[in-house]
């Protein structure tokens, strides 16, 4: 009898086990097939994997063409997790400005520094609520970085930069060459001295594609993968597919590039004469008591925001005009008009409207991030008369708004004369133009990120002639996508430039 009763017991674990593995599963399920009536229309989601098996390698894309199918608002499910899309102007008016403070919480993915609560409030980005001490660190970048005043005091090194990237390109005449690198190294440079007085990348380093570029690279298409711990939370500890642990190697390699600054600057601080107004910002943060864990990822995501996003726009841009050559050459004729030397200077900026025309055709169709960075509603709440549960993750389309047949006349077309005769911008009061958001997530740098693709795409154009290598044909130039946190070229823009006598 107790040799049976022995052996049963031993039948009997596998079973236990296996149900014990099993129920997650089953959760998983019963929790996709008892949908809520009220949610958002939406594709039919598979078992366990939802609607995952719908959606490819260009999400924005993808989701547009679902949207066609479920309307304004759809709700898919992404494993485990749910996911509400907006796009079009209506519903990015109500999670945008009408529902605003519902949605101004931020889904964070387990790959993120910020989803440790110890870093999260450091996060201008992925703070996960807009709290008090996400507020103050908005309120303490933006004096420093963002104001107007700022923006206008930077001048001179803007100026500084963009005569360094000139130089460089000259010495590059009749020479195939990557544009986006170069604008990359002359931005990052400008923001290395605005946050920590340095340069930190050489255009010889870019050229290679060695060093902080790349590893800067790395780290936005990891953040962009896949990630297995985002769609099944309960398995957020394995790191299952390695890619916290890559994306913490990048990070490190990156934050070595002004980690020697900042001990420096940390010995020396009860030495500086703190009513000294010529600071930068690790100066700024130092006075402020924040750590060296805290300025470091302070610093890579200001870093990534703005070198990336806007070297993207000013290669989208270039190769846009250099397709359409009618375009380039009524730039070039207004420069030639309105700029009375060899050099143009940030104050001339202002009476370029055909040049501010063609960067926002450029914005409208090749949006820095065309699934603004995902909100979390913070309660639930309706949206054209659906419910949304409390938690859920909540995107807004911007490039399926921006390339609506039913707003824009041959929406998928490059034509800046849109622009010409609108009051329509992109500063957050139109919703059928949405780039850098709208509310109080709205993107902080715009002004200056917009002055910078402006005043870099000027000289280019005003200094070089540019052309496509090796005889290329304008109906071969590449303009496929690739999607991340930013959306890239997927080939980069090779170009040959001359000087302009």
């Known amino acids: 009898m107790a040799t049976n009763s022995s052996a049963s017991s031993g039948d009997l674990n596998p079973f236990i086990i296996s149900l014990f593995l099993l129920l997650p599963i089953l959760w998983i399920i019963l929790k996709q097939y008892n949908r809520n009536k009220s949610l958002p229309p939406g594709p039919k989601a598979w078992p366990i994997i939802g609607n995952l098996a719908q959606l490819g390698a260009n999400l924005h894309r993808d989701l547009a063409q679902l949207a066609q199918v479920y309307g304004p608002v759809m709700s898919l499910r992404l494993g485990s997790q749910l996911l509400v899309v907006g796009s079009t102007p209506e519903a990015a ?176 601080k009860a030495f500086r004469d703190s009513s000294n107004n010529n600071k930068d910002l690790m100066d700024v943060l130092l006075d402020n008591e924040f750590s060296d864990d805290q300025i470091n990822y302070l610093f890579l995501e200001l870093f990534i925001a703005g070198s990336d996003t806007t070297s993207s726009t000013i290669e989208w ?73 409390k938690g859920t993750q909540v995107v807004v389309n911007v490039w399926t708004i921006a390339t609506n047949p039913n707003i824009w006349e041959e929406p998928l077309t490059f034509n800046p004369d849109r622009f010409l005769h609108t009051e329509l911008d992109f500063i957050g009061n139109d919703f059928e133009l949405l780039p850098f958001g709208a509310g109080r997530r709205m993107c902080p740098g715009l002004n200056l990120g917009i002055r910078q693709v402006h005043f870099i795409l000027a000289s280019l154009i005003h200094h070089f002639e540019w052309s496509l290598p090796d005889n290329m044909l304008l109906h071969q130039l590449d303009m496929n996508e690739k999607f991340g946190v930013t959306v890239q070229k997927e080939q980069p823009l090779v170009i040959v430039m001359k000087q302009r006598k």
């Open 93 to 268: 008016v109500e999670i945008l400005k009408t529902h605003d403070r519902l949605f101004s919480g931020r889904h964070v993915g387990h790959i993120s520094y910020a989803k440790s609560p110890h870093m999260n409030h450091v996060s201008l980005a992925w703070s996960s609520d807009c709290t008090q001490q996400w507020k103050l660190l908005r309120t303490l970048c933006r004096s420093e970085m963002f104001s107007w005043k700022m923006i206008e005091n930077q001048s001179y090194l803007r100026e500084k930069k963009l005569n360094e990237l000139i130089e460089f390109l000259v010495s590059k005449e009749g020479e195939k060459i990557k544009i986006a690198q170069f604008v990359f190294a002359s931005i990052f440079n400008f923001l290395g001295n605005i946050l920590c007085s340095k340069d930190l990348v050489s255009f010889e380093e870019v050229e290679a594609d060695s060093g902080l570029r790349r590893n800067m690279r790395e780290i936005v298409e990891l953040y962009a993968s896949p990630n297995i711990s985002d769609f099944y939370p309960i398995l957020s500890r394995l790191d299952l597919q390695g890619l916290k642990k890559k994306v913490d190697e990048c990070v490190k390699i990156v934050h070595g590039a002004w980690e020697g600054i900042l001990r420096d600057k940390r010995a020396k």
């Open 317 to 389: 841009a270039m190769t846009e005009l250099i397709k359409k050559p009618e375009c380039m050459k009524t730039i070039r004729q207004e420069l030639e008009r309105e700029i009375s030397g060899n050099i143009i200077k940030e104050s001339d900026l202002s009476r370029l409207s055909y040049l501010n025309a063609c960067v926002k055709e450029t914005l409208r169709l090749h949006p820095p991030t065309p699934l603004l960075l995902p909100r979390r509603a913070s309660e639930a709440c309706q949206i054209m008369n659906y419910t949304i549960p």
